[in-house]
């Protein structure tokens, strides 16, 4: 995936629940899109500083690759790290992280790519400038 060192400025604690392990006694690995998802939404909401208008204007995953490095377990303490690193005309890319807080072990990298969607028009729409701002506010790196 992706061997760039990032610096990440957003952080999101998950908590692990019992029924998100499987019988292997780790967390089961379609849980951790559940993790990325709330870590991302929070990074935005952080972000926008207000909660996503979804019936107006949305970000839509339009390509996610997990890799998984180390199992979690029931008991860890984990967070989801999250940064937007480039920024295109309809979409942005996104690398998120979940370590081990303890520890400091990544135990899996998600790189994705989100769309913005246009729900009255029912199709892919140009990133609003002012998320553009907002984003590269937050962010002391970004790539346009």
């Known amino acids: 995936m992706n061997n760039t060192k990032f610096n990440f400025l957003h952080s999101t604690p998950v ?3 019992f029924n998100d392990i499987d019988i292997m006694a780790h ?17 935005f909401e952080k972000v926008f500083q207000t909660k996503m208008e979804w019936k107006k204007q949305a970000l839509v995953l339009a390509k996610i690759t997990i890799e998984y490095f180390n ?22 890319q996104m690398i998120q ?38 984003i590269q506010d937050f962010e002391e790196d970004i790539k346009l």
Do not use: M
């Not at 937007?84 to 942005?92: D, I």
């Not at 990298?109 to 029912?122: K, S, Y």
């Open 71 to 92: 199992p979690i377990f029931l008991e860890e303490n984990i967070e989801v790290k999250t940064k937007v690193h480039r920024l295109g005309n309809k979409s942005l």
């Open 27 to 43: 967390v089961n690995n379609s849980v951790y899109q559940n993790f990325f998802d709330l870590a991302r939404t929070h990074y």
């Open 15 to 17: 908590q692990i629940r």
């Open 97 to 134: 992280e979940i370590i081990n807080v303890d520890t400091k072990e990544i135990k899996a990298q998600n790189d994705a790519v989100l769309v913005a969607f246009g729900i009255n028009e029912n199709k892919p729409v140009l990133l609003p400038e002012l998320w553009k701002v907002k």
